[in-house]
């Protein structure tokens, strides 16, 4: 969770609320792929950090399935799309950060993977270094606010 | 929607499951973007139509919101990661075919729209030439059983 941190901080620093991710291949220890939000700079709110490590995961494994033995770290409970990905590709185990109670898909809203339609469903970690990557992001979205009253005084 | 299936089809063609999708300016009529399932090709589930037409569509917008008269057009419901990809965008009105029970997420499973995490609702048109919908991808299953079944007869 220390790298996907790493990866939330290196999005806060690009103006990207910060959430990083990484998938991780459970037997050798080696991260497949790492990514953090990316929807600010490509100007498209699909590109959340799973959405990104799973695709460059995809190319890199060249298969999009069979990811029996891969684990995915997340600085922020998953949305309902990104969960959704994470059963298509069959994913290990889940481990993610802070809870979201607004956006989440795992435990909050439609709670996906509880879901009739769902046909994998990983097992999942939540609130594993959970202090800091709600600190980052509460950061973030203060510092925003404070930016934002800033411009409205001028 | 005929464009849709004329989608559909090309994907089957390259044996992939055949859904079209497409997203129409509503004020101007013009396609916007225009995609069939490539999850075959980039061996990546997620690379649904829908998520494909999203994705083509914000680079060429420039812009990932604000799509209020943005319509998208799909031979088959979308699964909870398309329709929450489609609530991000806020796309004004969702007119798909065939309904996918097994897989579904606006009438079916999590019922993405409906759940207190979803900030945008689109106009929902379901059935729209249901029958041409689900009969291409019934077509395109059968074949594929009587190849499977072929291959093992051997």
């Known amino acids: 969770m220390q790298e996907a941190l790493k990866m939330a901080s290196f999005a806060s620093s690009k103006g990207e609320v910060p959430v990083g991710a990484l998938i991780v291949d459970s ?5 497949i792929s790492q ?24 190319k890199l494994l060249g298969s999009g399935r069979f990811w029996d033995k891969m684990d995915l770290y997340v600085t922020l409970e998953p949305c309902p ?3 959704q990905a994470l059963s298509f ?3 290990r ?23 009739s339609s769902c046909h994998h469903r990983p097992e999942i970690y939540g609130g594993i270094e959970e202090s800091a990557c709600a600190h980052i992001l509460k950061d973030f979205f203060e510092r925003l606010r404070g930016l934002k009253s800033h411009e409205t005084s001028l």
């Open 89 to 91: 590709v069959r994913i």
């Open 35 to 58: 990514a953090s939000n990316e929807m600010e700079e490509r100007r498209d709110p699909t590109q959340h950090a799973e959405m990104i490590v799973i695709q460059k995961a995809c």
């Open 81 to 83: 799309m990104c969960a």
């Open 27 to 31: 037997q050798s220890g080696k991260i």
């Open 93 to 115: 185990r889940l481990y993610f950060g802070a809870y979201d109670p607004k956006g989440g898909g795992v435990e909050h809203g439609p709670r996906i993977f509880e879901s």
